[in-house]
């Protein structure tokens, strides 16, 4: 790695080594109650910390959340080690062998309310003025409140802390313990720190129920509600359904597909697993097809209406290749609370779109028959929209949360450990760099049909 390229990665990163230092900082039993604000975590300034939980050697994430920051090679993973003599040393590991080169160094210092660590060497060279982030803590939980880092984080709310599918951490613990005392949510503390697909799915109807956005990661403001929630927020009353078209007699029986006749085995009884790909298409959707093709495989990408002319060829090798091209609307806008004509601009511009670019080549439907609405955001209304228009509505059943950028190996993992037969899973080939996305494929489709699984598209029949 250049040393520039290490500088921007490294400052890019630098949260995340605070992240870990508070992650040692919460040294309460995981089966326990979180420190508040007011019960900071030490009492005492580190490395006197007398339980020996701040120093050691930690992994860091990925810097996934930084304007202009790169994704980190696959093959490279970032360690902080920290001493009793309050020295921090950034180190880079090579996965394939073992390699660990000392890449910066500073020092580390926790003041009682929260803790700054202070990069002063990069390569053996002195960085001047250092480099300083600030973290204090909310609950327990690391919150960004200010950084010296010469313009490298660009936006405080950008340099968030955040937990999700696949990833193993400490707080996972607390994040479990903190579920299972909510009796209205029903989850049963596993009482490891592992963030499986079913913490996910408890996380979604908990932020659901408390009026949050339902993604499934857990940042500061999920955090704080899991440890005193607020009353469920009652479903509402769906608005009564718009008018159907006159000439269908009033059945709304357009040959809507129904997804629940998706098979989950062939008829030699191979498993089967549907692959769904949002935000393209781009250059990443180009790569995956070529990685479906060395399983005789089929996906479904729901393309975005606005980029389907710039990516026309994309759209058609993908068609050419069997796979399913569907409708994500046309500009990533939430079709929850959206009005009918807003709803036709978004959807039929899309389905339109794909047409015009690839519908010579559709021999399943001949049309575009299948809606994904950004962010899983429909009402009463928009779903009869879609019905209205011969739509069905395609959710998902696993999530790995690639848009986190958590690591090739976190999302292989959480796909592979998650999946079962029939499931809908869901990941992204845009909306951003997706090497990450591109890379765990690999290894999910190699392992995956050496367990006999086949990959094919939602398409079927009405």
Avoid: C
Avoid at 35 to 60: F, H
Avoid at 94 to 102: A, F, K, N
Avoid at 205 to 219: R, S
Avoid at 260 to 266: E, I, Q
């Amino acid at each position: 790695m250049s040393s520039s390229k290490t500088t921007t990665a490294l400052l890019a990163g630098a949260w995340l080594v605070l992240v870990v230092i508070g992650v040692g900082l919460l040294i309460v039993p995981l089966g326990g109650a979180a420190p508040t604000e007011a019960d900071p975590p030490i009492d005492g300034d580190p490395p006197s910390d007398p339980d020996g939980q701040i120093v050691g050697r930690y992994r860091l994430q990925s810097p996934n959340y930084y304007q202009d920051a790169p994704t980190p090679p696959s093959d490279v993973v970032y360690y902080l080690s920290l001493d009793e003599q309050g020295t921090a040393r950034f180190e880079e590991e090579r996965l394939d062998s073992g390699e660990i080169t000392v890449i910066a160094q500073g020092t580390w210092e926790w003041d009682g309310q929260g803790a700054d660590i202070e990069v002063n060497e990069l390569n053996g060279r002195p960085v001047s003025p250092p480099q300083v982030i600030r973290y204090e803590y909310k609950d327990g939980f690391p919150v960004v409140t200010a950084y010296a880092a010469e313009g490298v984080l660009h936006d405080l709310e950008q340099a968030r802390f955040s937990i999700g599918a696949g990833e193993r951490h400490p707080l996972v613990h607390e994040l479990h313990r903190r579920m299972a005392a909510i009796d209205w949510l029903g989850f049963t503390d596993p009482g490891d720190d592992l963030f499986t697909e079913t913490t996910r799915k408890a996380v979604v109807a908990f932020q659901e129920a408390q009026g949050l956005v339902p993604n499934g990661e857990v940042n500061a403001a999920t955090w704080v509600l899991l440890g005193s929630p607020e009353p469920p927020v009652p479903t509402p009353t769906p608005p009564p359904p718009v008018a159907l078209p006159p000439d269908d007699g009033g059945t709304g029986d357009l040959g809507v597909p129904d997804l629940s006749n998706l098979p989950t085995h062939m008829e030699d009884g191979k498993p089967i697993v549907y692959f769904t790909f949002d935000d393209g298409p781009s250059g990443f959707t180009e790569q995956l097809i070529d990685l479906f093709v060395q399983y005789s495989g089929q996906a479904t990408f729901f393309v975005l209406g606005q980029q389907v002319e710039a990516g026309r060829d994309i759209v058609r090798a993908a068609a050419q290749g069997g796979h399913y091209i569907a409708n994500h609307s046309y500009s990533h806008t939430s079709l929850e609370g959206i009005g009918e004509e807003g709803f036709l601009d978004e959807v039929e511009q899309t389905r339109q779109a794909i047409l015009n670019a690839a519908g010579d080549l559709f021999y399943l439907d001949k049309d575009v028959r299948y809606l994904r609405p950004p962010y899983g955001a429909t009402d009463g209304n928009t779903r009869q929209y879609a019905a209205n228009l011969g739509y069905a509505v395609v959710m998902w059943d696993i999530d790995p949360m690639d848009w986190r950028q958590p690591g090739a190996n976190v999302i292989a993992n959480h796909i592979i450990s998650s999946v079962y037969p029939g499931a809908i899973v869901l990941s992204h080939d845009g909306g951003g760099d997706r090497t990450q996305t591109v890379d765990a494929y690999k290894t999910v489709l190699a392992e995956l049909s050496s367990q006999g699984y086949v990959f094919r598209s939602i398409f079927v029949g009405s």
